[in-house]
Nanobody
Framework: QVQLVESGGGLVQAGGSLRLSCAAE????????LGWFRQAPGKEREFVAR????????YYANSVKGRFTISRDNAKNTVYLQMNSLKTEETAVYYC???????????????????WGQGTQVTVAS
């Protein structure tokens, strides 16, 4: 198992940048693919990005391609989400999540992920 704690959220102006971090506890961290999701008030949790266990493969929601970058440092048990050119509609609680399975059928589905952090608030102001 793994425990995840997000940090780095806050208030940013539209067009600005933030880097989120997700620190993990657990020796199995390096074997898990990791994802970032977000959930705005009144909306379902939405897939943002995913990175493979090795860090060699990434996958992004179409809405964030070219602006967001997911990365990981397995030596530090940490996954990051660099968010650039933020938009007001991207205000949400951002969650990191771990997928213990291999060959997951749907990388964007909430149900694919076994472990979740508590989230960090990102507010993008105009």
């Amino acid at each position: 198992q793994v425990q995840l704690v997000e940090s780095g959220g806050g208030l940013v102006q539209a067009g600005g940048s933030l880097r989120l971090s997700c620190a993990a506890e657990g020796r199995t961290f390096s074997s898990y693919a990791l994802g970032w999701f977000r959930q705005a008030p009144g909306k379902e949790r939405e897939f943002v990005a995913r990175i493979s266990s090795s860090g060699g493969a990434t996958y992004y929601a179409n809405s964030v391609k070219g602006r967001f970058t997911i990365s990981r440092d397995n030596a530090k048990n940490t996954v990051y989400l660099q968010m650039n050119s933020l938009k007001t509609e991207e205000t949400a609680v951002y969650y990191c999540a771990a997928d213990s399975r291999r060959g997951s059928l749907s990388v964007i589905a909430v149900g694919t992920y076994d472990y979740w952090g508590q989230g960090t608030q990102v507010t993008v102001a105009s």
